[in-house]
């Protein structure tokens, strides 16, 4: 860089990039602002004193008026951020909240030299009728596992059955004296029912996104089957070919259990019989693919079509041939390429733009079936460039090409390979490695 960035220019940035601060004295800030974060305020406060004197002294009033300004602004935090008592020990301090389901949340507040940093709240699923000693030991040794400070106090709520094994454990990874305690009275109790309170405060927010996001998820889909008559749309089957002016086509296969995208059951289809721009042949094609390969032991409640009516039929001939019924529905867009109606089995156009919610369903499964497709086709089409550059090379055809670009992942990885490297890929004896090592290598 010619400058340094806006940063420098606001003085929240001392610039090293531009070598204006050695690397001694921004790691001594770095090591400042974390011991600052971590609730070490009083040093910070007592160096910006001596700074302020300093500037004074020099008559440099405004800057000092700056850092006395600062200064009251660390005051204020401290006085903020105090819980009560006056012990100036390190300590965290864990609540935990359940519902009668298999969930629980965590909830950590970080306490050092007697100020309240910072909190966390952590998620625990399966714990079932687990009773709390068991979960909070388990969390415990998690969490500390991995934590890089420990405090010299933790404050739980219960009892714990391994309490002086885990002791010991912590103590011997703090390099000091640690203690488990659960209090009775006084700050440490108080400060431990807020953050029960906090636990308990995250977990209904939680539930009720949770169902916020069940009504726009299922509820959507069961909208959807109830808006074309169908008992579920649990599971959809959402197919679209992807191609370039007819040629270099595939497909997708996307699917959405209860409302949500299920990515692990997407598909992708290389087309074998088809060559040229026909799409309903191609969906043909692998429509029966899908439904006659016995990889796919499950059947959808509902096949998504991207399309209108001839795509809808072209699926129903298909099942009809395989004697299978199944439901199909057509996804169809305006002139402007924004979806505006389903077509049923019976080739009935129903609109859907009335309907919030099946609409921005149906917009986001068309949507993701298009993008699934594309970048399938894009990816080949790349696959495609790659091992036409390597065709090039003498001996090298398409099979041997691919086996090349699955053994360096790339044509400039082949390109800067050695011949021994080159004999190593399968195909490739050891003239044809030093073949290929000389196209690459020879002058231009």
């Known amino acids: 860089l010619e400058r340094p960035c806006l940063y420098h220019q606001i003085k929240q940035c001392d610039a090293p990039c531009q070598g204006y601060i050695s690397k001694e004295d921004y790691n001594n800030n770095i090591q400042q602002a ?79 030299s007697g100020k309240m940093i910072g909190r966390e709240h952590y998620h625990m699923s399966g714990v079932n009728a687990e009773k709390y000693s068991t ?15 420990l405090p010299k106090e933790i404050i739980i709520e219960q009892q714990i059955d391994d309490y002086a094994l885990i002791e010991e454990y912590l103590s011997a990874r703090r390099g000091s004296q640690v203690h488990i305690v659960i209090p009775q009275k006084g700050d440490k109790q108080k400060l431990l029912k807020l953050a029960k309170d906090n636990a308990f405060l995250v977990m209904n927010q939680d539930a009720d996104k949770l169902k916020r996001e069940k009504e726009r998820t299922e509820g959507a889909a069961k909208e959807l089957a109830q808006l074309i008559g169908v008992p579920s749309a649990k599971r959809l089957e959402a197919f679209d070919i992807s191609h370039i002016s007819g040629y270099h086509s595939v497909a997708s296969m996307v699917v959405f259990e209860n409302g949500r995208a299920k990515k692990n059951d997407y598909r992708k289809f290389k087309l074998r019989t088809i060559d040229g721009p026909d799409d309903y042949a191609s969906m043909r094609e692998v429509l029966t693919r899908r439904f006659t390969d016995e990889k796919f032991n499950i059947y959808p409640d509902i096949l998504m079509m991207d399309g ?52 921005t369903f149906i ?3 068309q949507d993701e079936t298009h993008r699934f497709a594309n970048a399938y086709r894009k990816q080949q089409m790349k696959q495609k460039s790659y091992s036409s550059t390597l065709t090039e090379v003498p001996g090298v055809g398409p099979k041997t090409a ?25 195909g490739v004896g050891k003239q044809l490695a030093q073949t290929i090592y000389e196209y690459f290598h020879r002058e231009a």
Not at 79 to 108: F, K, W
Not at 312 to 341: F, Q, S, W, Y
Not at 351 to 356: D, L
Not at 402 to 426: H, I, Y
């Open 34 to 112: 974390i011991s600052f974060l971590n609730g070490n305020h009083g040093h910070v406060v007592k160096d910006l004193e001596k700074r302020m004197r300093e500037l004074a002294d020099e008559m440099e009033f405004e800057q000092a008026s700056e850092i006395r300004d600062l200064i009251k602004s660390i005051q204020h935090i401290e006085t903020t951020q105090r819980v009560g008592d006056t012990s100036s020990d390190d300590r965290d301090v864990i609540a935990m909240a359940t519902d009668l389901g298999n969930e629980c949340v965590i909830s950590i507040f970080f306490v050092r």
């Open 135 to 149: 979960i909070m030991e388990s969390f415990l040794k998690q969490y500390y596992a991995s934590t890089p400070y």
């Open 308 to 359: 209108g009516r001839g795509q809808v039929n072209i699926a129903l001939e298909v099942l009809g041939d395989l004697g299978l019924n199944i439901p199909v529905c057509g996804m169809v867009k305006d002139d402007h390429h924004r979806t505006r109606a389903i077509v049923d089995s019976d080739g009935r156009e129903i609109a859907i733009n009335m309907n919030r919610g099946t609409f």
């Open 363 to 365: 917009t986001a499964i």
């Open 402 to 426: 691919k086996a090349l670009l699955a053994q360096f992942k790339s044509v400039g990885a082949v390109k800067e390979a050695t011949p021994d490297q080159l004999e190593n890929t399968p």
